[in-house]
């Protein structure tokens, strides 16, 4: 019985991966055995691929980000929102769980990262909403929950990944992120609200009564600190920069503030901050390099056509479609990590949505949004392993402190594939270049 190299291809990444391979490396291997099964394309195809996945210019973006991330958090810049956002809230109930979500939409448009945002947040206000009488998983579900609303807020590295892969306007993605980014930090917010007020907490025992005078006098002693997200996306929006000119932007602002206005950074911390985004840039270039391998042969075997063809014979529908592709999505989330899925699944994807009149930047924002839920799902979910390592309570806990934020990511999903003009209504509004 003869297979087809797509059919060896798949299965080969498969079992790699099952026995313990890094995903790299699963794909890589699959790929150069699907080469020399198939015996149609010269091997000379490895290294030109590999180069072309890694000579992506915008991809700079991503460590910059990274790196203006941990500058912020260890030059206080993270402290001081945190302040003033619970100033805002942190009497009400549940006011620290509010707080940590509302912080980490904030951070967010700083980060672009779910792990790093959980890291910068949760350090603060974990240990916080534990001293004021919070149970350890609800502060833990709390900070990893909030932390998914770093990646689709702008700047997003999975949005920035997503546009790279699928040749889209980064700008249009980023400006399609704000509202569902906004809506998803509001249901988190809301949730979380009412698992204090069933489980009875309290806001922050050690937070003064709101009082407009301290809060105004608060921004303008933190304003550095607080005008950073609007000086990294104001550039980009303003026009005076582009997304990865945006990315130095904001670690030089972060220098700035942390050096000079705080006067908390020190040479350890460019250090730390350096390797953090080495290690970042290490990991998600050697995926791409061996993901465009992957691409470029199942394109050749026409991969993406026979998966039309398979579709085509189960509906014609393009909601049914877009529903299957969904449930498919968040079902790897939960084995495969989120640039991984991107980088590896969208070759394929982009014709089938083509085909069936999907709009890539409409499913685009689903995909990360299936991308937030596998940031909080077993057996990875790396948001969770973040946090529980903060509160000191074992993942399990988390796992299931985070179902009702679970099932408020999946209403937004929900509501975000059936309304898909309340997720485009923005770049329209600007006049952006929304694909088909």
Known sequence: MEFSTTTVVIFSMFALFLIGLPLFSSVAISACIGLMYGGTLPMSVIH???????????????????????????????????????????????????????????FAAISGSGPGTVAAVGTLLIPAMIKSGYSRS????????????????????????????????????????????????????????????????????DAPPFHFGTFVRSCIKYFPSLVTPFIVLGSIYGGFATPVEASVVAILWAILVGCIFNRALRPIHFYKSLLAGAMVCGSVLVIIAAATLFGRLLTFEQAPQQLIQLILTITNDPMTVLLMILGVLIIIGMFMETLATIIILMPILMPVLQEFGINPIYFGILLVVTNEMALLTPPIGVNVFVSSGIAKVPVEQVYVAVLPYLAALFMCLMFFTFTPEYVLWLPKLLGMNIGW
């Open 48 to 106: 030109n691929s590999l180069f072309e996945g890694l000579n992506i210019f915008p991809l700079l973006a991503i460590p910059c980000f990274v790196i203006a991330g941990m500058l912020m958090e260890y030059g206080n810049i993270t402290h001081h929102i945190v302040s003033v956002v619970k100033q805002l809230v942190g009497r009400t109930p549940g006011g620290l769980g509010i707080t940590t979500i509302l912080a980490c939409t904030f």
């Open 138 to 205: 609800y502060a833990a579900a709390a900070a990893s929950s909030g932390g998914t609303i770093g990646i689709m807020i702008p700047p997003s590295n999975p949005l920035i990944i997503y546009a790279v892969v699928c040749n889209i306007s980064i700008l249009s993605m980023f400006t399609a992120g704000f509202v569902p980014g906004f809506t998803v930090a509001f249901a988190m917010t809301i949730t979380a609200y009412l698992i204090a007020r069933r489980h009875g907490y309290k806001g922050d025992v």
